[in-house]
């Protein structure tokens, strides 16, 4: 078992200090201390943390720190904490480590007993779920999500029966696509939010039915940045009827539907796992 003080230690540490996903005043006051204070800011991109942070009004040297180089970077920056040095780590915006390098450079810490010191602040994830509508316990957060659509729908088949909201973070060019491999997988009346450019002018959050997203992006470019969130699936309030589901697999498969197809059909509409539905229907069938 390994213990770290965070607090009232001398020598090399390393804080994890989280930067705005857009309004500048959203830095806090302790993280531009700890950013003037510390011997380096490590970023990802040196010139686009150098506008953020002069900006903010702290000046200090800057090593490049992203996720084609952690790997090798992550020894050498615990060598200089190991020497003394405190390095805060930040990424481009919100939160170092969510869907943004970090994880290594912390594993590499706690293996070389230096403290590691998180901050609190902006992270686009739990900004757009506080004003989803949608309940916060439990929800479970993606990051981002494969591209091809096959790699997505294992993860829009686990979004479907989860009884807590699904979190995750798409780029506006794959929106559109994205939004459509959706409508495959979730019933059409199931709620999605789309929280964009959370924090900036832009700020936007787009309520309402999987349909509804379907229709809105035939007419509309998606523009920004977005978090996607999934409504948690209905609450199954007396025990799934089986019986039901498979008599309604069997009369869709007698209306000339595939078992596959059928399977996949009733499921969605039940807002349940098709997996679960497909052993439990062959299991009757044995
Ligand atoms: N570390 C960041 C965090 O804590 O949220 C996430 C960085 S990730 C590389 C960038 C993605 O986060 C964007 O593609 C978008 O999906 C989401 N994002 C970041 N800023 C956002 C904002 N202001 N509004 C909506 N989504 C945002």
């Not at 973070?169 to 789309?194: S, V, W």
Request: charged share 20%.
């Amino acid at each position: 078992m390994q213990k770290q003080s965070s607090f009232g230690q001398n020598g090399g540490k390393l804080y994890l200090v989280p930067t705005p996903i857009g309004n500048l005043e959203d830095i806090t006051i302790r993280a531009k201390k700890i950013l003037q204070a510390a011997d380096y800011i490590a970023c990802e991109d040196t010139r686009t943390s150098g506008v953020m942070l002069k900006a903010i009004g702290v000046h200090n040297k800057l090593l490049s720190f992203h996720k084609y180089n952690s790997e090798a970077r992550a020894p050498e920056l615990v060598k200089m904490m190991q020497a003394g040095a405190v390095i805060a780590e930040i990424s481009d915006a919100g939160m170092p480590v969510i869907s943004d390098p970090g994880f290594i450079l912390v594993q590499a810490c706690i293996q070389a007993q230096i403290p590691v010191v998180p901050l609190p602040g902006p992270s686009a994830f739990a900004t757009a779920v506080i004003a989803s509508g949608f309940d916060a316990q439990p929800m479970t957060y993606y990051g981002f999500l494969p591209r091809k659509a096959s790699e997505q729908a294992a993860f829009f088949e686990k979004m479907n029966s989860f009884e807590g909201t699904s979190i995750f973070y798409e780029a506006p060019h794959r929106l559109r696509k994205t939004i459509g491999n959706m409508a495959k997988a979730f019933a059409p009346d199931r709620q999605i939010c789309l929280a964009r450019e959370l924090t900036k002018v832009h700020e936007e959050f787009l309520r309402g039915s999987m349909s509804e997203m379907v229709a809105h992006f035939q007419t509309n470019e998606p523009r920004g940045e977005y978090v996607v969130l999934v409504s948690p699936a209905p609450k199954q309030e007396k025990a799934i009827s089986w019986d039901d589901l498979v008599s309604q697999i069997d009369q869709l498969v007698a209306a000339g539907q595939s078992k596959k197809d059928a399977i996949k059909a009733v499921a969605k509409q039940a807002g349940i796992s098709k997996n679960q539905l497909y052993d439990r229907y062959h299991e009757g069938q044995a």
